[in-house]
RNA sequence: GGGCGGGUAGCUCAGUUGGUUAGAGCAACUGGUUUACACCCAGUAGGUCGCAGGUUCGAGUCCUGUCCCGCCCACCA
């Protein structure tokens, strides 16, 4: 027997200890069942758990029980990542207290710091995620930083160098002056910024006294112009392309150069020329041959060929006092304001600054056959629109910058010779183990950027490539793996990336990959892409705006299977989700509904088998069998089939809405309603099919307290997680006893029962009878519809709480009611006021005209009568005669009254 | 500048290939402890489906235009 009250913690403690002592989440190399795998998203040694991780992982944690059920071969491969750069700053910060720099301590203790930092705190969102209820096998748990993921990661470097995909070249980079690093792309956001645009006028050189203004956003880099530009066909500047200009900084003359990349409608259309600063100007440089004259320090400070005035000053200080300089010194036409997009350091959140350094970059493989693998279907995106947005980015990939100029992380496989030109690759060494007389080399200092190493994650954590660990690991078997469960906000970073690396490195190169090669070599099957949950009012989550729940406190106070359900809930497919903790109370409440069905259910006699389906059909009396048990099954299959439906195109929230309505519609508020005037061993093994299968069917979403249930119920003696889920085929064959071959007509009958129960107690409850048990009915129904009240009699005494429910012949003088059976009357015991009952009748008889002439217009419509298909048009007809009818009841009963003076 | 998503009840959202009288939950209001459950039950009220055209016998659903909100991409200094 379950205890009177559902308290989830213990319960939830108890089972999942459980499962992990009898490895129910281990992985199994059955050949012959069908592999099912998923890769959780691996969280950041530096994470913690936020509602993003929740959503994630409650919806792997519901494919995989799924896939249990429909007895596949289940490996759900859990991961941590070492967060390269995030946790490399948080080890400096650390320092930074004791006032040191990560080059006091050396890069060996730097390093010591950063693993006893990760074997401290590293773990603790794995722990997070336990309670949760993840069904994954821990004991596959892989770290990016694990030695052989190490070596993994070293020999795809050396791979792709040995194919010509990674290279080495002084480029123009991203680079964030507080973490010291090159950064991808990817990693810089644009932000809006309130900038001030500079008029700043060049004296030309050749025309003393006459001047071309440039406007500027960034005056502290005019020390490192090598020109300035206007478009050829700009007619306002033609005398003076080819002639020089002065730098009014560092006074130097500058060609004037023409360039289409200029927009002569911008500012004044004349650009100064920066290459080491700007991307435009790098690439104008490079055409025109120009010098690149760096003045701004990796640090973000101005160094000596900005001049003595500006060296050792930070760039936006500079940016002032250059301000300030040319104003002095006449060279500012003006200032405005102005607002321009900005790209910032994801991490470090100031501004990146363009800076030319030496840097390895990969060049992307299998760039078409990632485009092909998405567009043939051998990847579906869920929703699919992000297959565009896939797309697009692969049509303008560029060149990858991968290597960062940081210590925590994969160290770049490359050996340079002692005391020779590190820029010429006759001194170079790439390999995995490095070279055989490492006192003659030294490696080079970098690390890889962290999705370096996470883009070869589905393969690499199944063994590759060493040929010994795939076949331990079960590789053959579980790869491809099925689905993937991410954010949209990683499809570049991570999602791309995978498909590149697996479609280029799961075998040989090769000039265009055929389909089967593709298939056989893709990550994944299916990606379904989460939303983004946001607070009430649709802002993003964020630490500092601290609308974000701690996920600990809400399981703490609605249990795991609370929050899994209420985030589900909420969570329609591919739209940001706004949370609701409101929606985590109603996930507690189903649960609480559930327990108490049971308890209910206990209530019955507990003696019949229950271990099986089999076992509890035998308990049923078919002749014992009514109306309200066909019915209640026939729906039951019903469901089963729409759920399943649903589930089949990962739509959760709807799936769950469908099992939700079942349980408490159908099942609590009308079955076990009606099954309370009942009395026998049928109708306990009906509520014991139904129940068992609530159970399984809950269980994905809800697996703790559906354990506890089933446990306590004695369904069966392994977990409910190893019991096979009947699709609804199945079960109706098991059910073969019952005949569902009426259950159609006898859920019609149910509805109208239902439909005469809700009116008559509506009409109690306007009449403000609701609490008496006293009341009076009388009802009034055609002879067919007689047989079918009488049936449902005592039910509908029960459920309307009257010991008095009859028939009459003629229409009373009392409140009525018309349903599709016929109508009824309240005897309200007091004098009727009868203009009152008049005024209300009349109301309902103008809702029914407004019904009739709708369909009455429809149906003198010639054009409806030739094109509608047929069984719209008979609809029309049942529901006009159907209202007709109603309103020819209604009119008896208000000419009833009117005669009452 | 390009692309994507959204605008349906006070709030959050369903509404499947156009087809019977546009739904649910929450909130509100009314009444209720009847032996599973007040984390409950019964009931009431609340909508010109962003706006304007069009196609159609029929449009929340399809087409065109338009206005808001959000996101992504993009080198206008």
């Not at 600054?353 to 990847?379: D, H, N, T």
Request: proline residues 4%.
């Amino acid at each position: 027997m379950i205890e009177v009250s559902y308290s989830p913690g213990d319960l939830e403690r108890k089972w999942y200890a459980k499962w992990l002592e009898n490895d129910l989440f281990k992985r199994k190399i059955a050949p012959d069942k069908i592999a099912y795998t998923v890769h959780m998203p691996p969280p950041n040694v530096t994470g913690i758990l936020h509602m993003g991780h929740i959503l994630n992982n409650t919806i792997q944690d519901v494919l995989i029980r799924r896939a249990r059920q429909k007895n596949q071969s289940v490996f759900w491969v859990p991961g941590i990542d070492h967060a390269g750069i995030s946790l490399q700053i948080k080890i400096e910060k650390e320092l930074a207290k004791e006032n040191k720099t990560r080059h006091d301590v050396g890069r060996e203790a730097f390093l010591d710091l950063a693993r006893k930092w990760r074997e401290k705190h590293g773990n603790i969102i794995l722990d997070q995620l336990k309670k949760l209820g993840v069904s994954c096998d821990w004991s596959a748990l892989k770290y990016t930083l694990d030695p052989d993921y190490y070596r993994t990661v070293l020999a795809m470097f050396v791979e792709w160098y040995r194919r010509g995909y990674i290279y080495k070249g002084s480029r123009l980079v991203n680079w964030c002056p507080v973490s010291m690093t090159a950064l991808s792309d990817e990693e810089v956001i644009m932000r809006q910024q309130n900038s001030i645009l500079y008029y700043v006028q060049y004296e030309i050189v050749e025309k003393p006294g006459t001047f071309i203004t440039v406007a500027t956003t960034r005056p502290e880099t005019i020390m490192g112009d090598v020109a300035v530009a206007v478009h050829p066909n700009d007619e306002r500047y033609q005398e003076f392309i080819g002639l020089h200009c002065w730098r009014p900084v560092l006074c130097e003359s500058i060609p004037i150069i023409a360039d289409e990349a200029i927009l002569k409608d911008f500012g004044t259309g004349v650009l100064k020329i920066t290459p080491a600063h700007d991307m435009v100007d790098f690439e104008i440089g490079q055409r025109h041959g120009l010098a690149a004259i760096g003045v701004i320090d990796k640090n973000g400070k101005l160094n000596h060929l900005a001049g003595p005035e500006f060296a050792e000053m930070d760039r936006f200080e500079a940016r002032k006092r250059v301000g300030e300089y040319l104003k002095e010194n006449g060279f500012l036409l003006k200032e405005e304001s102005y607002v321009n997009n900005v790209g910032f350091s994801e991490r470090a959140g100031v501004p990146v600054e363009p800076m030319l350094s030496e840097q390895w970059f990969l060049r992307y493989p299998c760039v078409e056959e990632a485009k092909l693998a998405v567009q043939k279907g051998f990847i579906h995106f869920r929703p699919e629109r992000w297959e565009k947005t896939y797309t697009h980015w692969l049509d303008n990939i560029k060149d990858w910058c991968i290597s960062r100029q940081l210590w925590w992380g994969h160290r770049i496989p490359v050996w340079y010779r002692k005391g020779k030109d590190r820029n010429d690759p006759q001194n170079w060494h790439v390999s995995v183990d490095g070279p055989e007389d490492p006192e003659n080399w030294e490696q080079d200092e970098d690390v890889l950027d962290t999705w370096f190493s996470s883009a070869i994650w589905p393969s690499a954590t199944l063994g590759w490539p060493d040929e010994g660990t795939m076949a331990e690991m079960g590789f053959n078997y579980f790869y491809p793996t099925e689905d993937l469960v991410t954010g949209p906000d990683i499809i570049f970073f991570w999602v791309a990336r995978m498909i590149m690396s697996g479609l280029s490195l799961l075998g040989d190169e090769e000039k265009r990959l055929s389909d089967d090669e593709i298939r056989r070599r893709i990550p994944f099957k299916n990606v379904y892409f989460t939303g983004i949950i946001r607070d009430h009012i649709g802002r993003k989550m964020s630490k500092s705006l601290g609308n974000s729940p701690d996920p600990l406190d809400l399981i703490e106070q609605y249990g795991a299977d609370g929050v899994r359900m209420g985030l589900l809930s909420m969570a329609p497919n591919g739209q940001d989700i706004l949370f609701s903790e409101d929606r985590v109370a109603q996930g507690k409440k189903l649960c609480t509904k559930l327990w108490n069905s049971f308890r209910f259910r206990q209530q019955g006699s507990m003696e019949g088998d229950r271990s099986s389906i089999e076992a509890i059909v035998t308990r049923i009396d078919g002749d014992s069998l009514e109306t309200d048990d066909i019915t209640i099954l026939g729906k039951l299959l019903e469901i089963m089939d729409t759920f399943e439906r649903t589930m089949a195109d990962y739509e959760f929230s709807r799936a769950l809405q469908i099992l939700h309505t079942f349980f408490w519609s159908n099942y609590c508020d009308w079955y076990i309603e009606i099954s309370k005037m009942r009395t026998g061993e049928t109708i306990w093994a009906v509520h014991d099919l139904i129940l068992r299968q609530l159970l399984l069917l809950f269980h994905p979403f809800i697996p703790f307290v559906t354990e506890e249930l089933w446990q306590d119920h004695g369904y069966g003696t392994k977990f409910l997680n190893e019991e096979p889920l009947e699709s609804s085929d199945e079960l109706r064959q098991k059910l073969s006893q019952i005949d569902f071959g009426k259950a159609a007509t006898l859920i019609e009958e149910i509805e109208h029962i239902r439909e005469l129960v809700v009116a008559a107690r509506a009409l109690k409850a306007q009449f403000g009878l609701a609490s008496r048990r006293d009341v009076k009915f009388y009802f009034k129904a055609d002879s067919a519809a007689n047989e079918v009240i009488e049936r449902h009699r005592q039910d509908i005494k029960y459920l309307l709480l009257t010991q008095f429910f009859e028939e009459t012949v003629e229409a009373l003088q009392l409140p009525t009611t018309i349903v599709t059976l016929g109508s009824i009357h309240i005897d309200t015991a007091d004098s009727l006021d009868i203009e009152a009952e008049k005024e209300r009748l009349s109301h309902e008889l103008k809702e029914l005209d407004r019904l009739i002439e709708i369909n009455q217009k429809k149906l003198q419509n010639e054009d409806f009568l030739a094109h509608a298909p047929q069984n719209i048009v008979g609809g029309a007809r049942d529901l006009l005669a159907e209202n007709m009818a109603k309103k020819k009841e209604l009119e008896a009963v208000l000419l009833k009254l009117s005669s009452i003076q």
